[in-house]
């Protein structure tokens, strides 16, 4: 694979596993898949969003590396909206599990500084 290209393996709703690569021109992504090793990769006009969020994925694994530039996360993430209108693209800091978010339902601490606890002799 060249420098351009992601690559990753999934199963369709019908049990068919495919090979998808997704190539990086100019400031879009073609999408191909095959079934097998020797078939001839055919473009995917419409990828499914399982694909855009698995490239999105990617690319910001390769940000992380300094594979590819920041920008361009903005420009998958955009992509994707204007594809699948209302898609939900990652965990904002309340979302992420362990975040920090106020919980109405929980019970306050009962101590007045959580972080020190009372000497239990």
């Not at 999408?31 to 399982?50: K, N």
């Not at 209108?85 to 959580?114: H, K």
Request: net charge positive.
């Amino acid at each position: 694979m060249a420098k351009a290209e992601i690559s990753w393996k999934r199963i369709t709703p019908e049990g068919i596993r495919l090979q998808v690569y997704a190539h990086h021109v100019s400031r879009e992504w073609r999408f191909f898949a095959r079934e097998r090793r020797y078939d001839q990769w055919q473009a995917v006009a419409d990828p499914p969003l399982e694909d855009w969020l698995e490239l999105l994925d990617s690319v910001q694994r390769r940000i992380n590396r300094r594979l590819l530039r920041p920008e361009e996360e903005a420009r998958v993430k955009k992509s994707i909206r204007g594809r699948v209108p209302g898609a939900v693209l990652g965990w904002t800091r309340a979302d992420a599990p362990g975040g920090t978010q106020f919980l109405p339902d929980r019970a306050p601490c009962p101590f007045p500084n959580p972080l020190i606890l009372p000497d239990h002799r």
